[in-house]
């Protein structure tokens, strides 16, 4: 059972991760099991969703355009996985499009091509983004940057006296649903209302809270309505290669499609091209039908646990790591720190260590730990910059280094990121290992033990030959 009276089965979900168990080198000799904190980035898969691509194989063929029994099968399987993907966000199918793509990045760049912007259009998007969902925009229309306070949170009055500014020239709010930064999350449901009063569409970058939380994109019409979502499989324990753009159907048949090919027409001769219907317009080519089988049996799986006891679960952990942490001296978090405070947060949390560089941090806590985190700018430089309280000076230094190539000394922060298969043991083995490394920076051991590489801008044991095709080689 993944639920019971009591909620949600953490140990039995814990059990389903593919690789919990595994035992990783150490810089000191010796193993230990791996601990993943760095789920935001990308998860792990579960048993159940592999399975069931293995099922899957016995059955896999060409779709849409195969006589062949399997054929029929994998049609019936890809077209089935669809309408599972929208169940779990309540969309309306005869008006809204489901259309797989290759991950989130992907999505909101195919969505770009579709709005049909024109000079002097307007896009509002926010100062927390991820690179995905801003560099697209430049691309296409004027962006502009709703701002957020000193903890990162989004400054609503902000939004709000932005989108009265550029008024019939705004086209599109697009906003993250969650920071990969702070774990911050919006309020979709009131940009929503926002960007529809001023008669605008919204996009929802889903990608950090559709694994977490629980979300109705509302009818169309609703006040509350989302109109566009994204999300990733691969951050939803399906990592097969598939992403999810989601948008009404009127929107996609503007024009023609920006990847044109096999699949995405009705008729085609010399003089003519008529494009096919929705998604199969935006789903050039041979599509990833395993990715779509893979994701279908994640969103199942998290259905059955019941996404209001992730999310609950997710939120409790992430206090007791919060708590954890706040007792760390010299230890600094970027975003809400209050363990009492996470009714508006997903479990992202980014520090820094004082004078320990973020990079060594990281690298000592995969090679002193075996416990994986993340480090740097997270593909959002602007918001980081603006947690850092960077000034212009050094800024512009920063611009230098980038573009001479030097890394080091690179400012950044160190991001956890926790999922649902996470559990207390975890945190307690993660802020033990960060004691050892605040006394290993005190002792000079630290640098000692550790050299850094000005190719990758990582830190290296130095007496350990790092060779990961001695862990698993493809032939």
Wanted: aromatic residues 8%; contains cysteine; glycine residues 10%.
């Amino acid at each position: 059972m993944l639920y019971s009276k009591n909620g949600f089965n953490q140990a039995r979900f814990r059990r389903d991760i593919v690789g919990i168990n595994k035992r990783v080198p150490l810089a000191g000799g010796g193993y230990k099991t791996y601990v993943n904190l760095d789920n935001a980035a990308s998860t792990p898969v579960l048993r159940p969703v592999l399975h069931k691509v293995n099922e899957f194989m016995d059955w896999y063929s060409s779709v849409h355009r195969g006589a062949g029994f399997k054929s029929l099968v994998s049609t019936h399987v890809y077209d089935r996985a669809h309408e599972i993907v929208g169940g779990l966000v309540n969309a309306d199918l005869k008006t809204n499009g489901i259309v797989f793509v290759k991950n989130a990045t992907e999505a909101i760049n195919k969505l770009s091509y579709r709005l049909g912007f024109t000079r002097g259009d307007v896009v509002i998007t926010t100062m927390m983004e991820h690179h995905s969902n801003d560099l697209p925009w430049r691309l296409k229309a004027g962006t502009v940057y709703a701002a957020v306070d000193e903890k990162g949170a989004l400054d609503y009055k902000d939004l709000e006296a932005k989108i009265a500014l550029h008024g019939s020239r705004l086209k599109l709010i697009s906003v993250s649903g969650a920071s990969n930064v702070t774990g911050y999350k919006c309020d979709v449901a009131r940009i929503a209302t926002m960007a529809h009063r001023a008669g605008v569409p919204i996009l929802v970058d889903g990608a950090q809270l559709i694994p977490h939380s629980p979300l109705d994109i509302k009818p169309d019409g609703h006040p509350e309505h989302i109109d566009y979502l994204v999300f990733s499989a691969h951050k939803m324990y399906a990592p097969f290669g598939t992403g999810v753009l989601i948008g009404p159907k009127k929107a996609f048949l503007r024009g023609a499609p920006e990847y044109t090919g096999g699949g995405t027409v009705n008729i085609v001769t010399h003089q003519l091209v008529e494009w096919a219907g929705i998604p199969d317009r935006e789903e050039a080519g041979s599509p990833n039908v395993v990715g779509a089988v893979a994701l279908a049996a994640a969103i199942e799986y998290l259905e059955r646990c019941c996404m209001d006891n992730i999310e609950k679960y997710e939120k409790g952990l992430t206090s007791y790591t919060l708590k954890r942490l706040g007792e760390i001296k010299g230890l600094k978090i970027y975003g809400e720190t209050d363990p009492n405070r996470t009714e508006n947060r997903v479990g992202v949390i980014a520090f820094n260590l004082d004078g320990v560089p973020h990079s060594l941090v990281a690298a000592a806590l995969a090679w002193e730990g075996g416990i994986a985190v993340r480090n740097g700018c997270f593909c959002a430089q602007p918001y980081m910059l603006r947690l850092l309280g960077l000034d212009q000076h050094q800024l512009s230094r920063l611009i230098h280094k980038k573009r001479t190539g030097d890394l080091s000394g690179i400012p950044g922060m160190v991001r956890i990121s926790l999922a649902a298969y996470n559990n207390r043991k975890d945190i307690d083995r993660f802020i033990e290992c960060l004691g050892q490394i605040k006394n290993m920076a005190r002792s000079g051991e630290l640098a000692k033990r550790y050299a850094f590489s000005q190719q990758t801008g990582s830190y290296y044991p130095r007496d350990v030959k790092v060779d990961p095709a001695k862990a698993f080689k493809l032939s």
